[in-house]
């Protein structure tokens, strides 16, 4: 089974680098505890535009993104598990290209350019957060201290998906 892994933020917008934290425990996670050798595991980070970021996506049986969220519904530090579904109605932006398009179109398009599901299984780990207009490369208090709560429950779920 081959799984991508995708952090995804821009590093200097203080809460929005969450998932690239993230994913970089993560990575120290797989090191030192790898899964089985049939399973190849790639670990990205990213602050690429909705259509270069499913791109990434071909060719992977399973796809699992971590990013913030601002819904302003959730506690900050508080983790949400979705699906692109999750997205299909959803009000999201991108600040970095007004061109692109969201998350679910985004899929939708490469689904139709490439006539199937890009991967069978794509998770996103949304995570509250409460700065992410600001320039800076400090997380707030919340979420520093959560990253490693954070990872280990995404490496459990994988976990527990691949080792069925």
């Known amino acids: ?24 425990k993560i990575n ?7 899964l089985p050798k049939e399973h190849q595991i ?13 791109e990434k996506f071909l060719g992977y049986d399973k796809v699992v993104i ?17 699906t692109p579904k999750s997205f299909e109605k959803a009000n999201t932006r991108n600040v970095s290209n007004p061109h ?22 794509i998770t996103i780990y ?9 320039f800076g490369e400090k997380l707030s208090p919340e979420l520093i201290e959560k990253i490693d709560i954070y990872a280990k429950l995404i490496m459990e779920d994988i976990k527990k998906s691949v080792l069925k």
Do not use: C, W
Not at 1 to 24: C, F, T, Y
């Open 1 to 24: 089974m081959k799984i991508l892994i995708v952090g995804l933020g821009n590093p200097i917008l203080s809460d929005d680098a969450i998932g690239l934290h993230v994913v970089r």
């Open 28 to 34: 120290k996670y797989i090191q030192s505890s790898p």
């Open 42 to 54: 790639d670990i990205i980070e990213e602050s690429a535009n909705s259509l270069e970021l499913v």
């Open 66 to 82: 971590v990013d913030s969220l601002k819904t302003n519904k959730l506690a900050v530090g508080e983790i949400a598990k979705l």
């Open 100 to 121: 692109d398009v969201d998350f679910y179109s985004a899929i939708k398009v490469l689904k139709e350019i490439f006539g199937k599901d890009i991967t069978g299984d």
């Open 126 to 134: 949304g995570i509250e957060v409460r700065n992410i207009h600001e």
